[in-house]
């Protein structure tokens, strides 16, 4: 028997039915004519009908042996037909459309009974009673609502009670109050549910009718039969903190059949509960119902909190019957299941299933769907689940009621849910925005010469966004123009940045200003929906007031599709009187920094180990001390955080700078260290990153073992080797390349790329990919991690430098990282944050550098637009906490500490920046950058401070005299203190600092 035939979008293409061997089809139709209510039978508006775009026919279509469905071109896209298969002997009609007249009546009186629902609309039953009960339950009572004897059935519940209107009471309530229900004598309920939600909507009171249930202005209904044989109990409890009363009335009658035939109904209340325990299927797969024993599933309502917007619920719903290793029933997605489409939010009701809240698919969402004639059956077991696509941590949370019978005297799996996890779940969430921001979507529109604009939410593309939305234009084609009214507050000279959307479809754009060009013209293409960044504009003149600001669609890049659309995410405007830039301290300059972190490292870190100097440890206090108890302590060598031919490089070319030849010998011992001590398998091109000193044995990671490195890390150990092979001759310069182009060829034969095309952030000592974090557990960063980053530098740099060519490769990984909108998930390997500054900064440094190579215009446009200014994003404009932060780039959104050797590493992209342009912007930011750094050094010593952490992140006890706020008291010597460096000497060579030797 066909139940039910649906469909997102029936066209005018035929479907034909064959039943039982038929030569002809018992019906021939277009599609859509299944479902117009032009083509008996299918004229029932109860049975066929469209609700929020869905098609939907539930006139039943028997068949006796066999069903062929046959589909022509031009049928239309997505369908459901819902069938069941009797056991052998069942004896059903062959389906005509030409009705019998016995036939025809059962539709009508079925088309009737099914269009009039509402409180006690069936039909009433012979012998029927009625008990009417009002209760008045205290905070924390639980009271009986009526006890029945003997064997009968109710068959109709109706509640009423008074819910406070439009508040958040009202959405409480119904889930403080919970009906349980038990039948003959059993000790644990049948029916556990939160009071409304077991009217089949949730939360709050949201009014609909429906077969089985409903909410109406009359009150709540359930027409669903309950029948018992040995007396029935009903209970009230009440989880709130204020007395409620409730009205119930109930209709019992005799049984319809023997009590031996009938099941006993059951619902139960539930958030992530009996989840599969498949891993892969744990993965996406909710479940709504998970029972041992013989029943009947026949319904379920779905309540989704989903407060970020954007689409659901495409998931598919998948019931395995009786032990199935592959559902007998698997949908095409959710909205698809409960009889509607195209995650339309419009409500609906009809007897079947319904819609009962929206708001509009971002907050919350409640739908249902009864499988009355379309029951399932089962005899041992059965498992109903629904596809969820987005994570409780984002969140999308889901709840819901199963509604099924079960033969007498089994139980079920659910047990009650605490009040805490029943309400208050959906408290209002923090939508992330960019500080001191005006909102593209929040501006006035004072006029436009084409096309629509409206406020887009974007958080379904990612989190970048400001306020999760932007302002849409549409519509518009070249030479319109889009005025908006822009608020300046008070009188001043503003630096005016602005965040677009790019997009595949998007257009090439110019600015003005009160009748002035005001930029370059942006080309807002990308094969891929991102965020631009912040866009600088420069600096305006601005009286206090409203400004005019004009947008003018120039045209497309000649690969985008030709809508001209764009998006306005938020207008920023920087006082450049104030906020991040700082001016030099001249009691206190940054080259003053820079020689005493060089004190630091050379006098109070560096040791011998077998005829050349080595780090003490990758960790160390103001006085030099090894920090034993920290992960990086105990360690030195070249890996990441000990950094020994990084350290080396810069100690080596300050003392090139400063004519100090000690300084130039120590550098070359460091050096001199790493190539012979054993770090570096000279036939593979492998490095080893540290040496445990306590034990005096080499290690891989931080964690002091070896089943995990990071091959972007081992890279950049490579790509050192090169930049201090530029200022060495003889044979320390050949090795250095050698081992620098050995390393590669092993990264380029062993390191695999992730599913996305990136690099693997982890990898065994084989090379294999090594997708667990530090810990052993998934890593969330395993394809986003900007470490990958290190090996398109070395591969850009030895195909410069004439050693090898990796062209092909610089390209093919270039164009993923882009593609991606930009990989910038943690570099650090001790941290999990999809957007860290310093990633920002190599991605800038490496795409610069492969625009060079590739000589290609839009590289060096993504490494300046998306990579470079996405470094605004981190800019701390005053201090915080009473601690000097002003002018420092915090680490990232989850952890915004401010870690210095990643605030060097973006000064140096700036100053490079500044090399290409002279844009006096970067300049400022490079120099402020290093100005900020130096308020953190200690004087006596030279020590520079790992980090400035205003927000307690790491503990007080982690803090200099254990002050809530301030400066961590450990560095890493050779990463931390040196890194300054590199960024100084480029500011002097540039220019931009006095050459003070």
Not at 153 to 181: G, S, Y
Not at 668 to 689: K, M, N, P, Q
């Amino acid at each position: 028997m066909i139940w039910r035939i649906w469909s997102a979008l029936p066209k005018e293409g035929h479907v034909k039915i064959y039943l039982d061997g038929a030569k002809e089809p018992a019906v021939d139709l277009p599609f859509i004519g299944y479902f117009d209510l032009e083509n008996a039978p299918f004229t029932y508006p109860a049975l066929v009908h469209e609700t929020a775009r869905g098609q939907n026919n539930y006139v039943p279509i028997p068949f006796q042996k066999s069903c062929k469905i046959t589909a022509e071109k031009d049928w239309g896209a997505y369908y459901h037909f819902t069938y069941t298969t009797y056991p052998e002997g069942t004896v059903v009609p062959t389906f005509k459309r030409e009705l019998a007249a016995d036939a025809i009546r059962a539709l009508d009186r079925a088309n009737a009974a099914l269009v009039s629902t509402g409180p006690g609309s069936l039909v009433r039953r012979r012998h029927q009673q009625r008990i009417s009960k009002e209760i008045t339950i205290e905070p924390g009572e639980t009271a009986t609502v009526v006890e029945l004897d003997g064997a009968q059935a109710i068959t109709d519940i109706q509640v009423d009670t008074e819910v406070p209107a439009e508040t958040p009471e009202d959405l409480n309530v119904l889930r403080e109050l919970t009906v349980h229900m038990y039948w003959d004598g059993e000790a644990q309920p049948s029916v556990w549910t939160p009071l409304g939600d077991f009217f089949g909507t949730a939360p709050g009171v949201n009014k609909y009718g429906s077969l089985p249930l409903g909410m109406t202005d009359r009150g709540f209904y359930s027409h669903w039969y309950m029948p018992f044989r040995d007396g029935a109990t009903v209970k009230l409890t009440n989880d709130g903190d204020t007395g409620r009363t409730v009205r119930f009335l109930f209709r019992c009658a005799p049984l319809s059949q023997p009590i031996d035939k009938l099941g006993r109904f059951h619902a139960k209340w539930h958030r992530d509960t009996l989840l599969p325990d498949d891993a892969e299927r744990r993965k996406i797969d909710w479940t709504m119902l998970k029972t041992q024993g013989r029943g009947r599933f026949c319904g379920v309502m779905l309540h989704v909190w989903n407060p970020r917007g954007s689409w659901w619920g495409e998931g598919d719903e998948k019931f395995f019957v009786d032990g199935e290793k592959f559902p007998s029933t698997f949908g095409t997605g959710s909205e698809d299941y409960f009889g509607y489409a195209w995650c339309d939010p419009e409500l609906f009701e009809n007897c079947y299933h319904n819609q009962t809240i929206s708001m509009q698919n971002r907050g919350h969402i409640s739908v249902n769907r009864w499988h009355i004639a379309d029951n399932v059956p089962f005899q041992t077991s059965f498992e109903a689940a629904i596809e969820k696509y987005y994570s409780n941590e984002r969140p999308t949370l889901y709840a819901s009621i199963a509604y099924w019978y079960q033969e007498a005297g089994q139980s079920d799996p659910y047990e009650p849910v605490d009040v805490e996890q029943r309400i208050g779940y959906w408290h209002p969430i923090e939508v992330f925005k960019v500080e001191g921001a005006i909102e593209g979507e929040e501006l006035p529109v004072l006029s436009r010469t084409g096309g629509n604009t409206t406020r887009q939410d974007m958080y379904g593309f990612g989190p970048d966004w400001s306020n999760d939305s932007h302002l849409w234009w549409t519509g518009a084609q070249p030479g319109d123009m889009l005025e908006l009214a822009l608020p300046v507050e008070k009188d001043g000279t503003y630096r005016i940045k602005v965040q677009l959307t790019k997009a595949r479809d998007y257009g090439i754009v110019q600015f003005h200003l009160n009748g002035e060009k005001l930029g370059a013209p942006i080309d807002l293409y990308n094969n891929g929906v991102i965020a631009t960044g912040a866009l600088d504009l420069g600096p305006r003149e601005l009286p206090r007031g409203a400004h005019r600001l004009k947008v003018e669609i120039l045209g497309a890049n000649e690969q985008a599709v030709k809508s001209y659309m764009f998006g306005l995410d938020y207008i920023k405007l920087e006082d450049t009187a104030s906020g991040f830039y700082l001016p030099e301290d001249p009691d206190y300059t940054i080259l003053d920094s820079v020689r005493d972190s060089i004190r630091f490292t050379t006098q109070y870190t560096l040791v011998e180990y077998k005829g050349n100097l080595c780090c003490k440890s990758s960790f160390v206090d103001k006085d030099g001390n090894i920090m034993g108890w920290h992960d990086f302590g105990n360690l030195e060598g070249p890996g990441w955080a000990a950094n020994a031919v990084g350290g080396a490089y810069e100690l080596y070319a300050f003392g090139l700078y400063s004519r100090d030849t000690a300084l130039q010998e120590q550098a070359l011992s460091l050096l001199d260290h790493v190539l012979e001590a054993g770090f570096i398998d000279y036939d593979t091109g492998f490095i080893t990153g540290y040496r445990e000193t306590t034990t005096d044995t080499f290690c891989l990671n931080y964690q002091h073992k070896n089943n995990w490195f990071c091959a972007g890390s081992m890279a950049r150990i490579a790509y050192q080797l090169l930049l201090f092979s530029d200022l060495l001759e003889g044979p320390r310069q050949e090795t250095a390349r050698a081992v620098a182009l050995k390393t590669a060829q092993w990264i380029d034969t062993h390191v695999k790329s992730t599913a996305n095309g990136w690099y693997p952030r982890r990898c065994k000592p084989s090379g294999e990919h090594y997708p667990q974090n530090a810990y052993g557990d998934g890593d969330i960063l395993f394809e986003k991690s900007g470490d990958g980053l290190f090996i398109i530098q070395l591969n850009t740099a030895l195909t410069e430098r004439g050693l090898a060519d990796y062209t092909a490769k610089v390209r093919e990984k270039v164009d993923v990282f882009m593609k991606a909108g930009g990989i910038f998930g943690s570099i650090n390997h001790d941290t999990y944050d999809e957007h860290e500054s310093v990633a920002y900064a190599v991605a800038f440094r490496t795409l610069r550098a492969a625009a060079r190579l590739l000589n290609d215009e839009a590289v060096r446009q993504f490494a300046y637009e998306k990579c470079l200014a996405g470094l605004d994003q981190f800019k701390m404009a005053e201090d915080r906490n009473g601690v000097q932060t002003q002018g420092l780039l915090y680490m990232e959104k989850s952890w915004d500490t401010a870690y210095l050797w990643e605030n060097a590493e973006a000064a140096a992209a700036y100053f490079e920046a500044y090399q290409d342009t002279k844009n006096d912007q970067c300049r400022r930011d490079g120099l402020t950058i290093l100005r900020a750094i130096a308020k953190h050094h200690q004087r006596d010593t030279g020590f520079l401070t790992e980090g400035v952490d205003w927000n307690n992140h790491v503990g007080k006890q982690h803090h200099f005299d254990e002050a809530e706020y301030g400066d961590i008291k450990y560095t890493e010597p050779l990463l931390n203190n040196l890194h300054i460096a590199e960024p100084t000497l480029l500011a002097i060579k540039l220019g931009l600092v006095d050459d003070a030797r």
